[in-house]
């Protein structure tokens, strides 16, 4: 999961700060039944959350995180009382390795038929949801201004970033995984290589194609930038982007997935080894994936649906776009000790 911006930005810090409070306070009482969830800055609607509480007479609490990193410091640190944290896939596999998660009580998934065989065919660390349950599948695609550009003749693949048409007004996430994953794949090959040879191909694909069009590399200010008209051309998440654009303006972003795929991430709930409130996690996770409160997640966002096919029928809103642009997306595995030879690269495309 990615930032989102204004105005679920500032409910993310309620959130986050309603959290960690109501943990403090529910703690002491045992008398009260308790969920204990860690994730990613306000992933789950407070209705949501609400709906849950009022049907199982509990209380959940919810702590977050800004990144995997953060939280898998954090339970490797010892951090105790968790029962769900909410991973990417890299981390989900990293955990099941490290026996920090438990197995998850099948006879209790009862909306298990709901999760998309796509996304289990993506999952192959644990497509049988042995451990993860997946809960969003998401990637990062093309944003074009087309009041900034008139034409609609562009390459609707990675290749736009060759466009000299977008020189100085073009910018890609200061990620190596997504920025080479994107170069990987535009080549031919997959986004998890690590052959050498191919990814000198995608660095020098960059290096020499895309770099000399981009403003700059940014990860945390393109939706902003793109907003106000500096770029024209943006790599990055759907959110980010419309997260920042007043949604009757909409139309005037091309947003795409190229064809040709890329890197995609998968959110998944997982819990924890050691959880003290195991049957009452189980629950939530059925809870989350029945599609009414799956829908109701998706609209909050604008989210495409995926993952929870029959929730579709119960969402509202439209989505920032259409789900079917990720079937060829691949998920960024765990490549262990190779990752350095995508950081020894990145490096070099990282000089200024």
């Not at 500032?10 to 045992?30: D, E, P, Q």
């Not at 949604?247 to 991430?265: L, M, R």
């Amino acid at each position: 999961m990615k930032k989102i911006t204004k105005v679920t930005l500032a409910a993310a810090a309620f959130a986050a700060v309603f959290g960690f409070a109501s943990c403090s306070k529910s703690s002491g009482n045992s008398s009260e039944r308790v969920l204990n969830l860690y994730n990613w800055t306000y992933y789950t609607p407070d209705d949501v959350i609400a709906a849950f509480e009022k049907e199982f007479n509990c209380k959940v609490n919810v702590d977050s995180y800004a990144s995997n990193e953060e939280m898998y410091t954090k339970i490797v640190g010892g951090a105790k009382g968790y029962d769900i944290v909410v991973p990417s896939q890299d981390y989900v596999s990293i955990m099941i390795e490290q026996g920090m998660l438990q197995k998850l009580d099948h006879s209790k998934l009862t909306n298990a038929g709901n999760i998309n065989p796509a996304v289990l065919e993506k999952a192959t660390y644990d497509p049988t949801m042995e451990y993860a349950v997946p809960y969003y599948l998401g990637a990062a695609g093309i944003s074009v201004n087309k009041t900034k550009i008139n034409t609609t003749d562009y390459a609707r693949d990675w290749g736009i970033f060759a466009d000299k048409r977008f020189a100085g007004h073009a910018s890609m996430m200061d990620d190596m995984r997504e920025v080479m994953g994107d170069a990987l794949v535009h080549l031919g090959y997959s986004v998890n290589s690590t052959d050498e040879a191919e990814l000198d191909a995608a660095t020098k694909l960059i290096n020499e194609q895309w770099k000399p069009n981009l403003a700059k590399f940014d990860a945390e200010g393109f939706g902003k930038s793109f907003s106000q008209g500096d770029f024209w051309l943006c790599q990055g998440y759907a959110e980010v982007i419309f997260g920042e654009i007043e949604e009757s303006k909409w139309d005037n972003v091309d947003f795409f997935i190229p064809e040709e795929g890329g890197p995609c991430y998968l959110d998944s709930m997982c819990i924890l080894k050691g959880a003290k409130h195991y049957d009452l996690a189980m629950e939530f996770i059925n809870f989350i994936h029945r599609p009414e409160n799956y829908a109701k997640f998706l609209d909050f966002f604008h989210f495409p649906c995926y993952v929870n096919l029959p929730a579709a029928e119960f969402t509202t809103e439209t989505p920032m776009y259409q789900a079917e642009m990720m079937d060829n997306c691949v998920l960024k595995n765990d490549v262990g000790e190779d990752l350095l030879k995508f950081v020894d690269r990145w490096e070099t495309i990282r000089i200024q």
